[in-house]
């Protein structure tokens, strides 16, 4: 059966953008602002050397909060596609959750409501779970929130969190820590996704 490698999108595979002037920190949104996260494209290329198929899911709910829009999102997510593709990394699906249970005045009011794709809910995984017959024991959610993880847990996959060092929230986890009552940790843990790779390769 298929293994399935899905991945988030930011934080994860590309850095957030940082608008020093402002003081404002974004999700990319327009092909320019992609920029691969150091190890990113290493250890996505050595899961789909391993024999894994690979996808993306990931939340942006921006449209719905009126931040930008959704032909925004879309056009960032081709390019990034394109550029993963060039690069030697094929990415069979993508799934993006546009969807905001509360929204904003401005955003879109199709995409304003509650919904099953949005992690931590396991919508998106279970699609893309799915739709290739993939084995879920298998199978891996790899992502830098514990949104991420929970997402993963809920469908039946193992799980790895990629963060950096300034990610003190998460810093526990450096030292085998509790993250706290009712939180789930991931299966594996590493600051880059090449370093999470080689670990998921040598089972964990």
Not at 44 to 56: E, K, S, W, Y
Request: glycine residues 10%; proline residues 5%.
């Amino acid at each position: 059966m298929t293994r399935l490698a899905i991945f988030d999108r930011d934080a994860t595979i590309i850095d957030v953008v940082r608008d020093e002037e402002l003081g404002a920190i974004s999700v990319a949104f327009h092909p320019d602002q992609l920029k691969f996260l150091d190890g990113a494209v290493e250890g996505m290329r050595a899961l789909q050397d391993a024999g894994f198929v690979l996808a993306i899911a990931t939340n942006q709910p921006a449209p719905a909060k009126g931040q930008f829009s959704a032909r925004a999102v879309a056009r960032t997510n081709e390019a990034l596609l394109r550029r993963l593709a060039d690069m030697g990394v094929t990415v069979a699906a993508l799934e993006a959750c546009m969807h905001h249970p509360e929204g904003a005045t401005a955003g879109d009011p199709g995409l304003i409501r509650s919904c099953d794709c949005r992690k931590p809910k396991p919508g998106m995984l279970n699609s893309l779970l799915d739709r290739y017959g993939a084995d879920r024991g298998r199978s891996w959610m790899i992502g830098d929130s514990m949104g991420d993880v929970e997402a993963g847990r809920a469908a039946g996959v193992n799980t790895a969190l990629v963060f950096l060092p300034n990610r003190c929230e998460l810093c526990p986890l450096r030292y085998g820590v509790p993250l706290g009552a009712g939180a789930v940790t991931p299966d594996i843990h590493g600051v880059t996704l090449a370093e999470l790779a080689k670990r998921i390769l040598r089972g964990g």
